[in-house]
């Protein structure tokens, strides 16, 4: 039985995604809340007796964090991606070669139109 590189190519791929897309985020946020909740809360008696467990501290840190990061992205589409997809589209050497086919054909249009 072979594996053929383009084979093992797409499984590094799917890799890197599953990983930083999914697992590498829920690692992080479970790391953030275990680390919050034993330096932070559990050294402070007030807030010791508000959130009494682990899992209460969980759970209000979603109900709070959740619409955080969903406003947070919203503005984040609306704002930053434009830019984001300009930047990253005058990076593409397709693009940029219809861009400047573009140019081209809009310069002709205009010598044209002034003759």
Known sequence: MTISWSWIRRRWYEFRMGHSTYLSFILSLTNFLLISYNFLISQIPMLKSLF???AYFAVM??????PL???????????QLP???IVSGEKNPFY????????KIEK???ETSEA
């Open 108 to 110: 002709e249009f205009h």
């Open 83 to 85: 830019t984001d997809l």
């Open 52 to 54: 009494s467990s682990i």
């Open 69 to 79: 990061t969903v406003y947070v992205g919203h503005l984040h589409t609306r704002k």
């Open 96 to 103: 940029v070669m219809v861009l400047e086919k573009l140019d």
């Open 61 to 66: 840190f979603v109900i709070a964090y959740v």
